[in-house]
């Protein structure tokens, strides 16, 4: 079982930038891929990021691609999600999730997911 908890979530300008956090339980979350997947409200639940165990291989959307980056420290069990350039079509819920594989997570195979942060871009 892992736990997930989001963090680093808030309301900042178009143009600014943010941090996500997401904190794993467990001594497995070296073994799992990990992403983060946001959700406008009255939309589906998108994938925007996933890394590699070994954090060597990173994948994004097109829409995020350039402007977010994602990392992760496996001694401190900690997955990262950062956000520059925003936008105001940014403004969703995001989510952390782990899975078996990048390919995995890309196609929405989720383990576990955490329990979401808000991010609001304003204009």
């Known amino acids: 079982q892992v736990q997930l908890v989001e963090s680093g979530g808030g309301l900042v300008q178009a143009g600014g930038s943010l941090r996500l956090s997401c904190a794993a339980s467990g001594r497995t979350f070296s073994s799992y891929a990990m992403g983060w997947f946001r959700q406008a409200p009255g939309k589906e639940r998108e994938f925007v990021a996933t890394i590699s165990q070994s954090g060597g291989s990173t994948y994004f959307v097109d829409s995020v691609r350039g402007r977010f980056t994602i990392s992760r420290d496996n001694t401190k069990n900690t997955v990262y999600l950062q956000m520059n350039s925003l936008k105001p079509e940014d403004t969703a819920v995001y989510y952390c999730?782990?899975?078996?594989?990048?390919?995995?997570?890309?196609?929405?195979?989720?383990?576990?997911w955490g329990q979401g942060t808000q991010v609001t871009v304003s204009s």
């Open positions: 999730a782990a899975g078996s594989t990048v390919g995995a997570l890309r196609r929405k195979q989720v383990n576990y």
